[in-house]
DNA sequence: TAACCAGTGGGACAAATGTCCTTTTTAAAA
DNA sequence: TTTTAAAAAGGACATTTGTCCCACTGGTTA
């Protein structure tokens, strides 16, 4: 009833066979690094590159014409994107940038198919991997319509305390959908009332 | 830009595709019908069969403890559900019911994996239908975090007029996510504003 | 016909959230 | 240390949305 709300996601499977195939010496696949807050893919560009993290945070968020931000994912170890372009070949509907530094994999797009194609159990962790996003935020969106913000919060802390530490206010906040403003409102009544 | 809002979700390959591998005789396939508001498939319950729909509309959603529901799709033509739970051997996350009678290839998980495994291009449009749930999830939830509720419904009717024919009022409101008594105060609003 | 029910539409008020702007705090740079 | 910029916190007010009702309609059933 609330592992979906586990803010940051994994796929340790995932990140384990990838750097197994990667020390076989496979030579689809690649290594690479970015600083903080790098801008690794932008909304509506064309890119040929899946990217799979072995270090670090990074948020996928779309921005609307107002330059408005909302987070659909924040990435961590053996969480992979811009692999759904490899599929429909269309424009990235997501921004991603890192949080942390990040160390990632990344696997050009023919490389991609080929381990699909001749890898069953890749092919199986992508599914898997897949299938485990559209999970997750189903309930999510969900969850956010029904409760007010406060609920949110008290969820998030419960599972992730260091939440504050890691990640900015206003990603927390562009991350339940809501301004900062009513964050913050939201984070004084909490401890007003865990206070009296 | 617009795309994605389109309402009613299909997919005209992969419902041809299983058709022909029915026609040609694969026994993993099956046929079955339901009529109009049949719960197929309830939250938190374990199934053992991909469905696929040939003909008719469904919602799938879930609800929360009050009851509430919030819609995560309209599925049409060529639309999957209970393939999330093929790779993760979880309980359903959603509801699925139909809206009006429904025709349906169905598929044991053990065919599914099979079908998988032996068929190349049934693989590939599954990886396909599912990088797709993906990239239409994400654009939805932001936008109409970002936007009133007017601008959802205006964007709504222009591309399916014939919304309100089709589909009750309250599926409506719970799919934008809000209540039928907001979106009744914006659909009045709208007239008043077009009437003037 | 009468009774009933689900779907629809809307009034009045309460609650939640956003907007705008200012102040405080923190952390980095000079 | 001082200076500066960015992040965080919050006051005051406007707007949006929700809640709780009640009224109206059409179709079904006793």
Known sequence: ??????????????????????????????????????????????????????????????????????????????????????????LTICSVESITPLKVFSVSHDGFHQLLKTDPHFNMLILKALADKIRYKAPRHSYQHAYPIEDNILRLKKLFPELTEVIPKKDIANYIGVTTRSLNRALKELKEKSGA
């Not at 709300?5 to 796929?11: A, C, G, V, Y």
């Not at 499977?13 to 690479?32: D, M, P, R």
């Not at 948020?59 to 987070?71: A, L, M, P, Q």
Request: proline share 1%; glycine share 8%.
């Open 1 to 90: 009833m609330s592992h979906w709300l586990k803010m940051i996601r994994t796929n340790p499977e995932l990140v384990a066979y990838t750097e197994k195939l990667f020390q076989q010496g496979s030579h689809n696949i690649h290594e690479e690094a970015f600083g903080a807050k790098h801008k690794i893919m932008e909304q509506d560009h064309r890119y040929r590159k899946v990217y799979l993290i072995r270090e670090g945070i990074a948020k996928c968020y779309i921005s609307d014409e107002n330059g408005k931000e909302f987070i659909q994912e924040f990435l961590g170890e053996g969480m992979e994107f811009g692999e759904l372009e490899v599929f429909s070949n269309k």
